[in-house]
């Protein structure tokens, strides 16, 4: 499998902005579906956003209109841009793989993750 490698969480206040970025190097993008999950202390994981080989989009409600996830093939890279954050926000984010590139966010079977990186929102 590829290695995941996020990057770009930190502390913020909120109403701030961050951009993850998940480097993915060797991966062939056109195969898969990608996404970003994050879990918060004492919370399930949850899918946040996720796109497909067609890079269609799609989005957990609480994140539609603040969050957009995008790629760059020819670099490797997946991004998460993070607009208006909130202390609801804090977590720690993971990049994913789902190996059938039609995948959505309400069907992700996520086949390799990384290893996240940490997101904090203060009030």
């Known amino acids: 499998q590829v290695p995941l490698v996020e990057s770009g969480g930190g502390l913020v206040q909120a109403g701030a902005s961050l951009r993850l970025s998940c480097t993915a190097s060797?991966?062939?993008?056109?195969?898969?579906?990608m996404a970003w999950f994050r879990q918060a202390p004492g919370k399930e994981r949850e899918a946040v956003a996720a796109?497909?080989?067609?890079?269609?989009?799609t989005y957990a409600d609480f994140v539609k209109g603040r969050f957009a996830i995008s790629r760059d093939a020819t670099k490797n890279i997946l991004y998460l841009q993070m607009n208006n954050l909130e202390p609801d926000d804090t977590a720690m984010y993971y990049c994913?793989?789902?190996?059938?590139?039609?995948?959505?966010?309400?069907?992700?079977?996520?086949?390799?993750w990384g290893q996240g990186t940490q997101v904090t929102v203060s009030s």
């Open positions: 994913v793989t789902d190996n059938t590139p039609f995948r959505t966010i309400d069907n992700l079977r996520p086949d390799n």
């Open positions: 060797g991966l062939h993008f056109d195969n898969y579906a």
């Open positions: 796109i497909d080989h067609m890079d269609r989009t």
